[in-house]
């Protein structure tokens, strides 16, 4: 093959669909293209021609139009055009000029069609539906590699205690106990020929009244399997699985014994290690030590992204730390200031309670309180209470709530009749801006203390929600504050950040859109769930929901929102910089611009449809 077709085929290897071909199609694919250089502001397809071929912008960039001459899109290297010709037979229906030299890769329709019918993933890639293209997107962005298929064994394993066969029972028990280890390699002339462990001394030990004089040979596992340093995190995974053992000896390649690895050393290694970080802070002692704890946080949320974790099981991941931080600190609390003297409920709203988290973010929260709750004897121990806790929250980065949602404002630490009032007077005489102000104790979860205080109040939110009409409406309305940052020219429409970037804000235009409309949904048929995504899905199981084939494109929409914005905070901290929400369209690639403009699109349709059926266009 000529040089230059072998730089075309590597080309085509980096291209989005193709990066999963085969090198052999690859070549072909390079062999049958046709170069084209076209000069700046030249016309390359006219609305009304035919067209017979799909091309690859190699270098420059074009720009299309409508008919009315109105932008529709500009495009760049590694982006197709004429495709959409190419699939309704011919006929072009954009105006495609260069805004400057540019190099094509022209691939023949014929061929373009083959690939489509022999290829799934190419086939929804070029879809001109976006629900399919948006999920082909994330397939190209999440790919099928795991941390678990990337980390070597050698990466894991830590030193084993060894212990010679001929050893006693007694006394390797007395060198296990002295290393405060409950697993042993057993060798023979330094060459491993069994492993023993806890479990063995008291099932093969205790349990027959062995002697205890008797070698530790007669207790071990004998020749237990190994794999080398090398192998996949993933091959150990397996195994473990298949012969429901929890420990691992690793060997070198001449099988010298390297040392272990342990079901919990998996756990460690994984991103998800947020788990593991849960129970460092359950065995917190002070708030110094859940404050040190709070800053591995960042390098959890960094280590999910570069595993290319669904950004719904990062935000559960995170928030479960968030909210075992809270719980931890509340019962910090009771040691010091006593048990309390009326139950109550210590709830958290937003973000928190959806278990949506990401980077660190304010704290919002509350306190329901029994209705025996008396002020002139129990106000100044809740008092304590809330501002040990937000103080603490604080301190490990959940700064305090810029409106004042927490516990230390009287407002929201009341009784469960009060709460009842609030959200009484919220439902049955709704104003837009108190709704607005309000919709976020339409997201309350229990973290700690009496869950019937907030149980028994829920269920009478919803069935006042289920039937409050009016209420429904401004709820609809308000959801329709943010809408996705799309022009009318299908551009991105930008905002300065705080140091006067244009960029995308990735919340409030990005995932909160999604995040309203569900919760209006939600709130409109009575369901009790509050992450976002399983709203969505309850909402498609509703009787008179949206359809399920709405509610899958907007929960692709959803996720590639949230990886994007996962992404963006990710580089930040690996830059040592605070994470934010403004993502700059410079730091994403063509073909992320392209994927996220879909999802905008879905999200906008979906809005629309909930504008027509609450006629919000009455309350605006």
Request: aromatic share 8%; with cysteine; charged share 25%.
């Amino acid at each position: 093959m000529e040089v230059e077709k072998l730089a075309i085929s590597d080309f085509l290897a980096k291209c989005s669909p193709l990066k999963h071909l085969a090198r052999a199609k690859l070549d072909e694919l390079a062999m049958a293209l046709e170069i084209q250089n076209v000069h700046h502001d030249s016309q390359i397809l006219t609305i009304g021609e035919q067209n017979d071929k799909v091309m690859l912008i190699r270098s420059g960039a074009i720009e299309a139009t409508d008919a009315k001459g109105e932008l529709y899109g500009r495009y760049e290297e590694g982006e197709w055009v004429g495709y959409r010709s190419v699939l309704r037979k011919g006929e072009v229906s954009l105006n495609v000029k260069t805004l400057e030299d540019s190099l094509f890769y022209c691939l023949p329709g014929e061929l373009f069609i083959e690939l489509l019918e022999s290829d799934e993933r190419i086939s929804s890639f070029f879809s001109e539906k976006k629900p399919e293209r948006l999920r082909s997107a994330m397939q190209e962005i999440k790919g099928d590699d795991y941390s678990l298929l990337t980390i070597r064994l050698q990466d894991l394993v830590r030193p084993a205690l060894q212990i010679p066969r001929d050893t006693s029972i007694q006394e390797a028990a007395v060198k296990m106990t002295n290393a405060a280890s409950g697993t042993a390699l057993i060798t023979d002339s330094g060459k491993l020929c069994g492993i023993v462990t806890d479990q063995d001394f008291r099932r093969r030990v205790i349990a027959t009244q062995m002697d205890v004089a008797t070698a530790v040979e007669q207790i071990m596992t004998k020749d237990p399997r190994t794999l080398s340093g090398s192998a996949p995190a993933s091959e150990a995974v397996l195994l473990m699985a298949q012969r429901n053992f929890r420990h691992l000896p690793i060997v070198d390649a001449n099988d010298e014994v390297r040392g272990i690895v342990s079901t919990t050393d998996l756990l460690r290694s994984q991103s998800h290690n947020a788990v593991y970080l849960v129970s460092d802070i359950y065995d917190a002692t002070s708030v110094e030590a859940l404050q040190q704890l709070s800053t591995h946080l960042p390098k959890a949320l960094v280590n999910m992204v570069r595993s290319s974790l669904p950004a719904y099981d990062i935000a559960h991941a995170i928030s479960s730390l968030g909210q075992a931080i809270t719980r931890r600190l509340i019962k910090l609390a009771e040691d010091q200031f006593g048990q309390p003297p009326v139950p109550y409920a210590f709830v958290v709203a937003g973000s928190m309670a959806r278990r949506e988290q990401t980077a660190h973010s304010d704290q919002d929260n509350g306190m329901i309180l029994s209705d025996d709750y008396d002020p002139a004897l129990h106000e100044e121990y809740f008092i304590n209470i809330a501002k040990f806790v937000c103080d603490g929250l604080d301190a490990c980065g959940y700064i305090y709530c810029p409106g004042n949602i927490m516990a230390t404002n009287p407002k929201w630490r009341q009784p469960v009749s009060v709460w009842r009032s609030y959200f009484m007077e919220w439902i049955e005489r709704p104003e837009p801006k108190a709704l607005l102000y309000s919709s976020i104790f339409f997201d309350l979860r229990n973290l700690y203390g009496d869950d019937s205080l907030l149980d028994n109040l829920r269920a009478e939110i919803l069935e006042k929600t289920q039937k409050g009409s009016l209420f429904q409406a401004f709820m609809a309305a308000n959801a329709l504050s943010y809408k996705p940052p799309l022009g009318i020219f299908k551009g991105f429409v930008l905002e300065k950040n705080g140091d006067n970037v244009k960029t995308l804000d990735m919340k409030k235009r990005g995932v909160v859109p999604v995040i309203d409309l569900a919760r209006v949904y939600s709130l409109a048929n009575g369901l009790p769930e509050l992450n976002t995504c399983e709203r969505l899905q309850a909402i498609a199981d509703a009787p008179g929901g949206i359809s399920d084939e709405r509610i899958a494109d907007l929960k692709d929409a959803f996720e590639f929102i949230s990886t994007t914005r996962l992404e963006h905070q990710a580089l930040q901290i690996e830059a040592g910089k605070s994470p934010d929400n403004y993502v700059p369209p410079e730091q994403l690639s063509a073909l992320e611009r392209r994927h996220l403009k879909d999802a905008f699109e879905v999200v906008s349709s979906v809005q629309n449809t909930m504008s027509h059926n609450y006629q919000t266009d009455r309350f605006r």
